[in-house]
């Protein structure tokens, strides 16, 4: 599987609003991430998201890897151990964007599988916004206790669809 590609079906749009959240969440309080007119002052056209708030749509496009294409994963049982970003461009509110996900490699050690995943997201041109590569410890075929799969069922990788 390593190699495998695939392009989420359909693009995700930056509300200002989820910018704001995605900001308080991670209590970032700069100016241009919850007033238009700071971010205006900077040279935008609306809210500048934060640096990680591409995790959102990450964690929307893994899911589907695990779902559908690397399977045999119960998600509580993946951590994730590594992240590298590539900032092409800041992410302003209103931008459209497309996630391609690559399985970049896979091993195995100590009973624990490794992955690394590259999601690269685009704008609607095909103009590349941010590279991120995500490194993941999974296993599978384990049994999980049912009280801690339900303790971490809306921690780990957790996205409404």
């Known amino acids: 599987m390593v190699g495998h590609h695939y392009r989420v079906s ?3 749009e930056i509300g200002r609003e989820k910018i704001r959240e995605f900001a308080r969440a991670v ?3 700069h ?4 007033d238009e007119e700071a971010a205006q002052g900077l040279g935008y056209d609306g809210l500048v998201a934060p640096l990680t708030f591409l995790s959102v749509l990450g964690m929307l496009a893994q899911r589907r890897l695990f779902e559908e294409i690397v399977t045999g994963y119960d998600l509580s049982q993946i951590m994730q151990t590594d992240q590298r970003f590539v900032f092409h461009r ?3 509110a209103g931008d459209r964007l497309i996630a391609d996900i690559y399985l970049e490699s896979f091993r195995q050690v100590a009973g624990s599988d490794i992955i690394v995943t590259k999601n690269v997201a685009s704008d ?3 103009e590349p916004v941010q590279t991120t590569w995500t490194t993941l410890v999974a296993r599978s075929g384990g049994e999980v206790d ?3 799969a339900h303790a971490v069922k809306d921690v780990m990788m957790h996205v409404a669809p």
């Open 31 to 34: 100016p241009a991430h919850h």
């Open 90 to 92: 800041p992410l302003e």
């Open 27 to 29: 209590l970032d309080d």
């Open 10 to 12: 359909d693009f995700y």
């Open 124 to 126: 609607l041109n095909g």
């Open 146 to 148: 049912e009280n801690i």
